[in-house]
């Protein structure tokens, strides 16, 4: 069974309804590790070595966070910046993630519509998360479409927690042997048909 | 030329105001300077003061008593158990062999026993005004040689009184009924001795009954109405009942008085009753000692010029000795066996107290009274001579030098920085400044720690960082940055204000160690200062509330704003000019400035929160704009 890893990142957790309900749904299941860096790192002076021994101990690395000017909150970066070290996580010799699989868990204050080519966000959250996905290419690491719980503004207390199932759901999902199936077709994991049950 | 009172008072508080004032100019303790008076407006110069002189003595001994009832203040019992090896162990042995010593000198001289005895007595006892002003003034109250002097001092202290209480004894004569103004009322001499016995023991163990059940009751309700001269009313009342309930039994009143301190030592007014009364006690002393002054005989002393010199020069030599040996046998480094040999070696202010109780005896005649006065006087005077041979002769060329010569070192000095102190604080600070390659000239007090620095490799220099020759061979022209981080913010301010006036480029970052010194080093415009209580407190307060619950970054963001608030309301209280009414209690005071702050605080909101990142905000204003557009 694959090892999961939570890489959370919200500077303001206390405050954020929608991410609470998730978190709570998720934060015990068995191999799931969950790692809060704001809380972990509260003057962002992170901890590399540990950082590094926590990536080698898991399958699959979750960047889960809010959508804040199309990108992450700042610690993320800084994560990026101090743990994917040249000659560790890229480089000639930097191995170290070669094979994982890595995708990103984010929540947005807008709607799904307004996401695209000729909505008022211009691009497609895919596109926004490029840096994402290219950082695991250049880590030897699978990047997969991220899960999202968009239109949080609007979101009421049921249909959080149906997207709290799917996010269990997709863990459990993570967790098996997924080397076979075919992902590149969806804009988001949610679309999973096992996924997407718990909408209906 | 005399008898009215009012003139009388004028006379003794203008020449003590002049002579304190050119005495302290000299670099020369204010005892002096008393005693100076004394001379001056006494019979022999001016000659403003005559018989009444005597009268004036017996009136201002009262100085004495309040003085013995501010030594057992000092004395906590528990702090006085802690040391008792060094304070019994040094204090006994110097003053023990200074006795020998000196009563072995006088007997040789030619004197009877008793006389030797006495001025052996006053011998052996140092002056702790003159010795414990130079250790604060220097700051060396942390190093070995400061806690050793400080035991002794609190050794003579103590025994004072038993001396006090021994001299009696040696009186041979039975007419003293005119001088000794105790015997009148005495209650003992028509009490058999069994009864005597059982009086005097009841009585001490009524002071301590009374001190703790009556007097420490009292005070508080004192101290709960608020008005500050109930508070001196009531330390006086204290001091007056001892002493007449001594009086009454016979024994000292400076014995009682000392007892009463050490009863009241561990109550919470210790403090309160120390500064109420410390002025009265001054200036009690003070003209205790312009009385003393007023009744030296010159013309005996003018016609012995090299007795008194010789006498002089053997007495401070044999105290110097015995102060060396005593160091000594307790292992102190040189450098520190010399500075606590040359800090006490003058006969000290008690000597004035033990001379002139046995005059009143008639232990002593006048001559000899005169000759020990005189020599005691001077002998005060010489000290901060001595303390500069010392400092600039001997010193530098032996034990812990004031500077080591060093082959030039590889980095390069164009970025130089000075560190003062080099205890806790300043050792984390250059710590972490070596961490970095910059090696900072290190000026510390303490010739152990000056030592083991030279030893690490540190560039270090020995001595009193409030002299300017000292930073000045440490290299403060050439200086980019002065940091001071010693625990004495008084020493701290003079360093500060020294570099300020002469090095007025070098820039200064300074340690405070809370609110009030910070407000002081802001008025001197002095910018860089670092709270040693608000980083670390804020940091247990941070975390104290993450285990409760709050999230760490938001904490660490509070931290700062907190800071940052904080550092912008000392700036602007700073400014303000400090509270006129200096009536109330300083603690009260303290008290107030706490309530302004708290009030600040709870104004701003128990917590500012930023609105960063919270969306409820903007899914307010949206569902605002929704239903207004609908």
Redesign the interface.
Known sequence: MKKILILFAHPKFEKSRVNKVLIDKVKHIENVTFHDLYEEYPNFHIDVKREQELLLKHDVIIWHHPFYWYSSPAILKQWKDMVLEFNWAHGPTGLALQGKTALNVITTGGKREIYCATGSNSFTVNEFLRPYEQTANLCGMRFLPPFAVMGTYSLNDEALLLYANQYKSLLDFLKGNIDDVNLSNYFFINDLPILSKHLI | MTGSLLFEAIVFLLGAIICVAIAKRLGLSSVIGYLLAGVVIGPYVLGFIGKEGEDILHFAEFGVVIMLFLIGLEIEPKNFWNMRKTILGMGGLQVGLTMFLSYGLFLILGYSVNVSLVISMAIALSSTAIAMQTIKEKGLMETTSGASSFSILLFQDIIVIFMLGFIPLLSNTEDTETSNHTSDTSLLETLPIGFQTLAIILSVALIVVAGRYLIVPMLRKVAKTGVREMLIAAAFLIVFSISYLMEFVGISPALGAFLGGVVLSNSEFKHELESTLEPFKNLMLGLFFMAVGASINFIVIANIPFTVGGILLAIIALKAFVLFITAHVFKLKIDQKLLLTFNLSQIGEFAFVLLSFAFGLNILDQEVMDLMLVITALSMSLTPILGIINEHYILPKVGTKESIDRPMDHIAKSQKVILVGFGHFGSTVGRFLRSHGVEATILDIDSNRVDFLRKMGFEVYYGDATRLSLLESAGIADANLLIIAIDNPTVTREVARIVKDNYPNVELLIRAKNRYDAYDLLNMGIDNIYRESLDTSLALASDALSKLG???????RQVQNFIKYDEESIRRLAKQPTDEDSYIFKARQELAEQEKLLNNDFKRGVVDYDN?????N??DA?QQFQKNKS
């Open positions: 709050f999230r760490k970054y938001t904490l660490a960063h990142w919270d969306s409820k903007i899914k949206l």
